[in-house]
C-alpha cells in the first residue's frame, strides 16, 4: 500500500519537521525580540493569508508544470524563508515572510494530498491519509523539540530548519515512481465540492474550527487548571500523542468499516471530551488532564484526515487537485474563524 508513496512520505517527514521547528522558534523570537504582541498576532494572520491564497493558486500551479516542479519550486522557497527570517529581523518583513510560508505550504499540502489521492482507492485510501497524518503530527512534534538544540537567540535554529526543509526535496526529486498526470481542472468550485461530499466538505470545515480554537487556546486553557503553567505543554503534547497513536487504526476502521459511520462516531467522541473537559476543569489534576488530552486528541485530529478521504472517494481522478484544493481552503477558513468564535466563549 505504502510502497507508491513512500517517497513522498519521507519527503514530508523531513519538510514538515523543519516546519514545525519554524513555527515554534519564530514566535519565540520575536517576544525575545520585544516585537509588540499585537505584531506577533500578526504575523500568525499572514501565514493564513498567504495559506488561503496558496489554496486559491496553487493548483493552477500544478496544471501548469506538474507536481514535481512545483513541489521543488516550493520547497526551495521555502527554504529561503528561515534564512531571510535572521537576515532580517523586524515586524514587517517577518510578516511578509510568513505570508510566503503559508502560500508555499498551502501549495505543498496541496501536492501532497492530491498525490496521495492519486495513488490511493477507496479500499486502502483511509490508511494512506491516516499513515499520512500520523507523520504530519510527529514530526511537528520533533520539529518542535530541535528547539532544545540551541539558544533561540542565535542563528543556528534558522538554519536546522532551513536545511530540513531543503533536504525534503531530495526523495521527490530521486524518486523513479512515476509522478501524477497534470490535471485539467483546477479551479476551487465550492459547489461542485459540496456536490460531491456534502459530507466530507462540512468536515473539513468544522474540523478546522475545532482545531483552530484548540491549537489557539487550549494553551491558555490548560495552564489555568490548577494555575500550572507547565500543565499546557503536557497537555498539548498528550493531545498530539494521541492524535498520532489514532490515525491508523480508525483510518483502517473506516475502509472496512465505512467512512461515513467513522466519521460520525469520530465526531461524537470528540464532542464528548470537550464536554468532558469543560464540565470537569474545575476539579482536573495533572493526570486527569493529560488524559482527557489524549482522549481529545486521538478523535479530533483524525476528523480532518477522514473528512478528506470520504469526499475523494466520490471525486473523478481528474477533480483531485480540486478537491484538495477546496477541502484545505474549507479547513483553513474554519481554522481562522475558530479561535475568534472560542476567545468569545471564554470570556463569557
Known amino acids: 500500500v505504502l510502497a507508491p508513496v513512500a517517497a513522498l512520505l519521507i519527503s514530508v517527514s523531513i519538510l514538515l519537521a523543519g516546519q514545525g521547528l519554524q513555527g515554534t522558534l519564530l514566535p519565540v523570537r520575536a517576544s525575545l525580540e520585544q516585537f509588540p504582541t499585537l505584531a506577533i498576532g500578526a504575523m500568525g494572520a499572514t501565514y493564513f493569508l498567504g495559506f488561503t491564497i496558496g489554496c486559491l493558486r496553487g493548483g493552477e500551479l500544478v496544471r501548469r508544470v506538474g507536481h514535481v ?43 501532497i494530498e492530491s498525490w496521495l489521492n492519486d495513488r490511493a482507492d477507496n479500499t486502502n485510501r483511509g490508511v494512506i491519509f491516516s499513515i499520512y497524518s500520523m507523520i504530519t503530527l510527529t514530526v511537528l512534534a520533533a520539529g518542535q523539540m530541535m528547539m532544545l538544540l540551541y539558544v533561540p537567540t542565535g542563528f543556528e535554529l534558522f538554519v536546522i530548519a532551513s536545511v530540513l526543509v531543503s533536504l525534503g526535496a531530495v526523495p521527490i526529486a530521486l524518486s523513479t515512481s512515476p509522478s501524477p498526470a497534470q490535471p485539467q481542472m483546477t479551479s476551487i468550485d465550492i459547489a461542485r465540492l459540496y456536490k460531491i461530499s456534502p459530507s466530507g466538505t462540512v468536515g473539513c470545515l468544522v474540523s478546522g474550527l475545532a482545531n483552530g480554537a484548540f491549537w489557539a487556546l487550549a494553551p491558555v486553557f490548560a495552564s489555568r487548571v490548577g494555575n500550572d503553567v507547565n500543565l499546557a505543554a503536557w497537555f498539548m503534547t498528550s ?55 489524549i482522549f481529545w486528541g486521538a478523535f479530533a485530529f483524525p476528523l480532518y484526515t477522514i473528512a ?3 469526499a475523494n472517494d466520490f471525486a473523478d481522478a481528474s477533480e483531485y487537485v480540486m478537491v484538495s484544493s477546496g477541502l484545505l481552503l474549507m479547513y483553513g477558513i474554519g481554522a481562522t474563524i475558530g479561535p475568534f468564535i472560542a476567545s468569545l466563549v471564554m470570556t463569557e
Open 239 to 293: 493531545a498530539v500523542i494521541g492524535g498520532a497513536v489514532a490515525q491508523w487504526p480508525l483510518g483502517l476502521l473506516s475502509d472496512r468499516a465505512g467512512r461515513r459511520k467513522i466519521l460520525v462516531g469520530v465526531s461524537l467522541a470528540g464532542c464528548f471530551a470537550g464536554l468532558a473537559l469543560f464540565a470537569f476543569s474545575d476539579a482536573l489534576q495533572f493526570g486527569t488532564a493529560n488524559l482527557l488530552g
Open 308 to 310: 478528506v478521504a470520504y
Open 69 to 111: 516542479r512545483v513541489f521543488l519550486a516550493m520547497t526551495a522557497i521555502a527554504s529561503a524563508s528561515p534564512l531571510l527570517h535572521a537576515l532580517s529581523i523586524s515586524p514587517w518583513s517577518w510578516g511578509v515572510l510568513r505570508f510566503m510560508t503559508g502560500f508555499c505550504f498551502a501549495v505543498l499540502y496541496i501536492v
